[in-house]
């Protein structure tokens, strides 16, 4: 038998399997490519939802520094307002009226330091925080030095300190307007969120005009009653004593005083006037930091005290200045301050 005829079969299966063998490989590869297509549609999709989550996060974060901001500008509007022309106001209501506004300040700035920054606006956000610290502190500032500064005895000084908190205000305004805003909407036009650009602030009118103690002084002294706000009578404080941690300090001479813990100061006030004084604002200075303490009331001649703790121990040798704040119709103010060394050990 021909031997080429013996073979014909066998070829004709091994041919068979080749087509065979190339299908399967071919249904592997689809198979493979269809799985690297799911694969890349897959981290299209998460990436996509990943970059809309952001989007989403940095929008939510503008929109809600948006609304604190022209909050803070309606707030703005009615102190200056009533700065400018207070009309038949009354002193009490004027106070009033201003503490409102130094409430609403810190309102704001409490929900400043409680925003959810994403993690682009961390550095905008840092800013914008102490944007509100300067704001709420001066506002705080100003409240407490108003009733003193439409009174007679210290107006002068308190005026003073007001003006500075408007230098403060202004501050926060050119670090608002140099520094975040540009920042916050920096980032948003990164990520093509150009229409959710944060709007401008500035919290204090009239460019450099509140800098001024004289226009300050004005704008007070057209308050309604401003001149008058004591109650008849004689009016007056005297600071009775100071003490750091128990340890009696002396204006004369240097008193060393031992800490292992934090200093807190106590100072002791007398109300030597007729009235009742009510809301008397007791200050520390040390190393040219001020801290503040108030006294609620004191009855005509009884005394009050009032602890103020210093945020950590001075070393080596210090001056502490010790004030109560004149109250309205106070005419002699010399015996409400001293002056101690102290030797924190």
Known sequence: MDDSLASGPGRRQRSQRRPERQQILLRRGLALGAGLLVLILLVLGVRGCLDAR??????DYAGNVTQIVEETDQTSKSFFEKLSNPGEISVTDFVDQVNADRSAMDNYEARVDALDAPGDMSEAQGNLELVYELRGSAMTVTAEKLSTALGEAGAKKATEAIANQMAKLMASDVLYAAIVRPAINGVLADH???????????????????????????????VSGASSAATPGVHGLGLLGTAVNGTDLTPEGTTSVIV?????????????????????????????????????SIEAGAEESVTIALPSAPKGQATLEVEAEPVPGEEVAENNE???????E
């Open 54 to 59: 952001k989007e989403r996060a940095l929008s």
């Open 192 to 222: 093509g969120l150009e229409g959710d650009d944060v709007p401008k602030s500035i919290f204090v009118p009239d460019g450099t005009k509140w800098l001024e103690e004289a226009a300050v002084s004005g704008a007070l002294g057209s």
């Open 260 to 296: 292992e813990e934090t200093p807190e100061v106590e100072v002791t006030v007398q109300n030597q006037g007729e009235s009742t004084e009510n809301g008397v604002t007791v200050s520390v200075t040390v190393n040219g930091k001020t801290l503040q303490g108030d006294i609620s």
């Open 338 to 344: 001293a002056t101690y060394t102290v030797v924190f």
